[in-house]
């Protein structure tokens, strides 16, 4: 008779999947994520006791640990499969803790695929439960209980009730924080472009004026730009040079959880959060219906661009027979891994190229079909041919001055044919192809544009820039990047306004006490070096007792001290205008869950409150209202009319002053990855559309991201708002 085995995993989407390429003596069954962890009514650290752990079974967990014992106990072998990393190698340990299984023996079983091959080859191959991981988790863990449990009670006692500080996250909203100080002081410096319109006999071309008697020119003010365009009168614009060479771009590296993370909110709009929980359904598979359940992705927490040598030849197979000899490289392309990371992961791929996304797209959901698009063209394009551009520099001398004017065009796509990487700023490559013209060529000046700027401040923080600053600062690790910024915003010390970050008054306030009384906590690098001595926990290298006792020693004297030295805060409320309907008193704006709302300042004796309604400029076109912003429960921005419930009028997007050219009604202001800001007409039967003009588009259009860009619907449903 055949041992039986008992397989356990995190979830049951994993263990469904997994069931299914196991054969009958095989049992999978799932932990439902960790099993024990720290009590949340007690510090569960015994300091005096070298920073021993007390752990307790999760509420609610009793059911299931009966459920597991009762396998157990019928099964001849335990293989013990949660995800390959710290926190599932923890939970592998916790479990072999409460079925009783010795962690020295080959009870773990570590795949970075849910696929037919990964899991039988996986079952083949058990190993011990690696302790020096589980000591790197268990040390993040109490770190964060011994910062977390001794802060957040001295944020309650002189700032607010409810407070709390993390260790990491408190340094994520310092980021943001620095970056408003930065706008905040930045002075702008003024500056001037001169661009020439300029015939040759072969077509026109546009030059950008760079140099003056060969050192670079640059023009502040304006009475320096009339002294130019002064030296410039009357003199001949004659070519002076034509270089022309080829250009190669290389394709970016297959995707690691962060630029992943990154890529997902550029191109579709996505939040860490909402990327990593699509991720995680592809990882642990789908019904693909004849096909079944299979892993559409490998494992998706990894800092490695890495690729097996497997997924490598099957992809450059796969370019080969759809793309041609020229789309693949003579070699296979090998990328460096940047900084210190865990190589022991696969960078994010398809499970099998053969699997093309149009052949999944009836069988998963649009979100899904979107994001393994993603992860599959750029593991496509990471092993593509380069692209090649020819690329033509035109310099033009005018006097003393010196212009310049250069265009691209491909001459061949390469991996580009597949996937080009986004960007977080609006820079644009050059492209286009200029005119045929020759050294010594004169050409004629049909205009000459001067045009003045104004240096910019640095942008404030998207959650793809955010990302990635946590990312190059060495803050946090993969798996961590969604849950900081989730925590951050639901703490209220950071809101989220068009995309971008700013830090409230509650934040500002954290952020400046901890600057003050303990700056190791809220220092960018002191936190990067923990994440290093974490690392070295997890290599074997350090011990983890010693690097929380060398921590927490003067962690609690700087503790002590901030206890005495810091009274207690007061964030006064902003008063308004506005009277209480109760009782007279001038309201006060409150910051709550939802967002600022106006309340009664005489709390608890009056409970009057009222939503705060921010005009936007426009009246309603049904009534003689104002439109105001206003906002769910879940806290999505739409636009209504300020006489609700009287006036219905709702939309998810910004209504405008500006009449249809068609119609005459107003029309409302869209934003659309593909096509840009436009405004268009929501009047039945009209349709008009119109580009949005470039010195029109400061301000916010009000687009929701998660939106379709093809929405038609324009009005929200009152069951969509309910459901919010």
Known sequence: MSNKVLVIVESPAKAKTISKFLGRRYQVKASMGHVRDLPKSQFGVDVEGDFNPKYITIRGKGELLKELRTAAKKSDQILLGPDPDREGEAIAWHLAQVLGVDEHTPCRIEFN?????????????????????????????????????????????????GLSAGRVQSVAVRLIGDREEEINDF???????????????????QARLVRQDENKLEINNGERMDQVLGELSGQDFVVSEVKRKEKRRNPAPPFTTSSLQQEAYRKLGFTARKTMMIAQQLYEGLDLGKEGTVGLVTYIRTDSVRVSD????????????????????????????????????????PTSVAREPETLKAVVTNDQFKLYKLIY????????????????????KAGAFGFRASGS???????????????????KDEEGLLPEVFAEEKLALRKLDPKQHFTQPPPRYSEATLVRALEERGIGRPSTYAPIIETIVARGYVVREDKQFYLTELGEVVVDLLKEHFPDIIDVEFTADMEDKLDAIEEGAADWKRILRDFYEPFRETLEDAEEKIGEIEIADEVTDQLCEVCGANLVIKQGRFGRFLACPRFPECRFT?????????????????IVIRRTKKGRKFFGCANYPECDYVSWERPTNVPCPQCGKPMVQKESKKLGTRRLCTTEGCGYEEAVPDGEKGASPGWLPGAPDDAETIKPSTEQLAEE
């Open 610 to 626: 009222k939503p705060l309604l921010e005009e936007i400029g426009v009246p309603c076109p049904k009534c003689d209202g104002h």
């Open 113 to 161: 695929e849910i696929t037919k091959s990964a899991i039988q080859n996986a079952v083949k191959k058990p190993r011990p439960i690696d302790t020096s991981r589980v000591e790197a988790q268990q040390a993040r863990r109490i770190l964060d209980r011994l910062v977390g449990y001794n802060l957040s009670p001295l944020l309650w006692r002189k700032i607010r009730k």
């Open 377 to 396: 063209e750029r593991f496509v394009a990471s092993q593509m041919s380069s692209a090649v551009m020819d690329t033509t520099t035109i310099e033009i």
């Open 187 to 205: 002075v702008p410096e003024e500056y001037w472009s001169l661009t020439a319109e300029l015939k040759g006999d072969k077509g026109n071309l």
């Open 409 to 427: 065009v491909l001459k061949f796509p390469g991996f580009m044919k597949v996937y080009i990487e986004g960007r977080d700023d609006d820079s």
């Open 310 to 349: 497997g997924a490598v030849e099957e992809v450059r197979e796969h370019i080969q027979n759809r793309f041609g000899a020229d789309y693949q490289p003579a070699e296979p392309r090998v990328y460096e891994n940047k900084g210190k990371i865990q190589n022991a992961h696969e960078a994010i791929r």
